[in-house]
């Protein structure tokens, strides 16, 4: 049970964290590097921007869910176990980021997620 | 089945940064589980921060999350997810050969999944080059104006 538990939280924090770092990294746009000073300059930006950081506390809330669960279960069951994300981002992204998810991008999501739980089932 | 330099960097950084915590987090977990038992929790913080392969698995994971940040400011996340997910097929195979973990049939089918799934999102990447407009997203920006302006005549 507390296996299951973990996974959801890995799944949720993972993709609502995905969706706002997504959007923060497309706003903030351009992050060719080609002197130190830039590097510090894109850091900077990156780090200070409120997206980054709500974006980044909901990775770690799904980082600390994957930590538990992997001291519990195999790795090669935690990690497909996110699969699960793939849906549920896919969505997020065409609905709420307004991308362009064609035919092909969806029918190879959902093999992806259906490998992912071919891989994450116990025999 | 073209990816992204990038895509190959973020993928290796990952699996290889998940499977270096397994082997510490399984190597740690009764010691952390005493002290945790004891409320020793700087204990904790210390034992984990001091050794090696979880530090190092940390910093794969570091490097993987800037390498994934970069990814996510050029291209799609409904792109970047699912081809990201040939880690999967990596994390299987790396399991198999570090951790001992069993590959089954299905699972072998679940790999086969991935790769097909993997080839597709790929392809339609394609059709729309990074660092030109998408041809599927041009209209549709355009018919907004277009819409306003039939509602205001």
Known sequence: MTIVLLIAGIILFGTVGDLILSHTMKRIGDLSVRSVGDAFRVAGRVLTSPGFILGVACMAGAFFSLLAALSQADVSLVEPATSLSFVLNTIGAKFLLKENVDRSRWTGTLLITLGAYLLFIRY | ?153
């Open chain 2, 1 to 153: 089945m073209k990816l992204h330099p990038l895509v190959l960097a973020s993928v290796a950084t990952n699996s290889m940064g998940n499977i270096l915590l397994t082997l510490a987090m399984k190597r740690l977990s009764p010691s952390l589980e005493a002290s945790f038992q004891a409320h020793h929790y700087l204990k904790m913080g210390w034992t984990v921060a001091t050794d090696p392969t979880f530090m190092s698995g940390v910093a794969l994971l570091t490097t993987f999350f800037v390498i994934f940040l970069t990814l996510l400011s050029k291209m799609d996340l409904s792109y970047v997810l699912p081809v990201t997910s040939v880690g999967y097929i990596i994390t299987a195979l790396l399991a198999a050969v570090i951790l001992g973990e069993k590959i089954s049939i299905p699972r072998w089918a679940g790999i086969a999944c991935i790769a097909f799934g993997v080839y597709l999102v790929s392809r339609s990447e394609k059709a729309a080059p990074e660092g030109q407009p998408k041809p599927e997203r041009t209209p549709v920006t355009a018919e907004i104006p277009a819409v306003e302006t039939e509602m205001s005549a």
